[in-house]
Each structure stands twice: as structure tokens, then as C-alpha cells.
């Protein structure tokens, strides 16, 4: 079945340091692809997304580009600030279930 | 802005008790879900409703019920409460299917004794 899977955490750097974060997928067909983050104490909201392959998401600095000839989705922002720790989650949508699956989730920790 | 609201936002239980965890929307979406979250598994679908009136299992559904009664509402129950179901739930909503953004509420914390 559809699966995605991400590098373990947590991810500690200092503060603007180049960050990125692997999103490897498994699907059949040409799922939508999503990262969102939760930061402490609060739900997940959206970062961004990518509807097809090429497509590249960017929100608040971060970028992420849709590749399917290797089935990744990798995060990544060029400079990081202490307001970006939180846990980020790569996603798929699975077009034959329609459900939203999943990944384990990367802790990020930024010191100054 | 309201968005997702969830109530309780923490309850303890002991072993045995129910309890129902309540979920409201202003978005006017067909979609809500329920999910629970655990260290190291990430985000796992409980159950969903595609619209008022439906509802449907997710990825691990024993020891739950839902019920949408309203377009604005999904309720989670738990009818006996265990130890197992420790978790922070949340709720979500989304327009349509899983191509859309979905909108998450606060989390609720439940810890079961």
C-alpha cells in the first residue's frame, strides 16, 4: 500500500543553518504530496504542498520539490531561526482511499 | 476565526470509563477525521465522515465510535475506556477528499489510568 517514510529525528542545528529534511514515498498512481508542521502544544497546519510531479511548494522560506522519478519530497530552508522548531510531517494523499497518510514525523530543534 | 475547536482539551479517565470527545467546524467542510497521535507513529486515522450522516473506519478503529449528526460536528467515543488509548486526538477538516489542505484542531489530551 502507499507509505512515506522520513529521516528519523531530532534534527538540531543552530540558528541559520541550511536545513533539510528526506521524504521518500510510496504510491501508485500521482498522489498529492504535503509537509506539515506542528509546533508545541498545537495542532499541525499546512506548510506546503505539490499537486504533480515538478511542482515545487515554498512557504515562510521553506521549498519542496515533487520528484518522482525518485518518489521524494524533501524539505528543505536555506537559513533556520529558532521559531522553526517544532515537528514537521511529510504526507501523501492516497487517491484510492482518499485519506491523508502520514509520516512518523522530524523533530526540529534550532538553538541561537 | 474559530476554525477547529475540540473540547475537552485534557481529561484523565480510569480504565473502564467513557467519555466523548467533542469536535466543531465553521467551515462549512463535508470532511472531518479523527486522529490520534503517539510517540514515534505519527498521525493514525481512527475514523471519518465524508459528509452529515456518514461515517467510516480508519487505519484503527476498535475501542471507538463516532457519530455525525450535524455537518458542523463529529463526536468521538469511547465507550470503555484502557491504558492503550492514552493519546493526544485530534480532529481535522478539509473541503473535500485528502487533495485538500486539512484544517486541525488544538489537540486534546487523554490519559487513561
Known amino acids: 500500500g502507499n507509505s512515506v517514510t522520513q529521516m528519523e529525528g531530532p534534527v538540531t542545528l543552530s540558528e541559520e543553518a541550511f536545513l533539510t529534511i528526506n521524504c521518500t514515498y510510496t504510491?501508485?498512481?500521482?498522489?498529492?504530496l504535503f509537509w506539515y508542521v506542528q509546533y508545541p502544544g498545537e495542532g499541525l497546519q499546512l506548510l506546503l504542498k505539490a499537486t504533480k510531479a515538478d511542482d515545487k511548494g515554498s512557504n515562510k522560506g521553506f521549498e519542496a520539490t515533487y520528484r518522482k522519478e525518485t518518489t521524494s519530497f524533501h524539505l528543505e530552508k536555506g537559513s533556520v531561526q529558532v521559531s522553526d522548531s517544532a515537528v514537521y510531517f511529510c504526507?501523501?494523499?492516497?487517491?484510492?482511499?482518499?485519506?491523508?497518510?502520514f509520516g512518523t514525523g522530524t523533530r526540529l530543534q534550532v538553538f541561537p | 476565526n474559530a476554525g477547529v475547536t475540540q473540547t475537552p482539551k485534557f481529561r484523565v479517565l480510569k480504565t473502564g470509563q467513557s467519555m466523548t470527545l467533542l469536535c466543531a467546524q465553521d467551515?462549512?467542510?463535508?470532511?472531518m477525521y479523527w486522529y490520534r497521535q503517539d510517540p514515534g507513529m505519527g498521525l493514525r486515522l481512527i475514523h471519518y465522515s465524508v459528509g452529515e450522516g456518514t461515517t467510516a473506519k480508519g487505519e484503527v478503529p476498535d475501542g471507538y465510535n463516532v457519530s455525525r449528526l450535524k455537518k458542523q460536528n463529529f463526536l468521538l467515543g469511547l465507550e470503555s475506556a484502557a491504558p492503550s488509548q492514552t493519546s493526544v486526538y485530534f480532529c481535522?477538516?478539509?473541503?473535500?477528499?485528502?487533495?485538500?489542505?486539512?484544517?486541525f484542531g488544538e489537540g486534546s489530551w487523554l490519559t487513561v489510568v
Open positions: 504526507a501523501l494523499s492516497d487517491r484510492n482511499t482518499d485519506k491523508l497518510i
Open positions: 467551515m462549512n467542510h463535508e470532511y
Open positions: 481535522a477538516s478539509s473541503y473535500a477528499g485528502s487533495g485538500n489542505t486539512i484544517y
Open positions: 504510491a501508485t498512481g500521482y498522489p498529492s
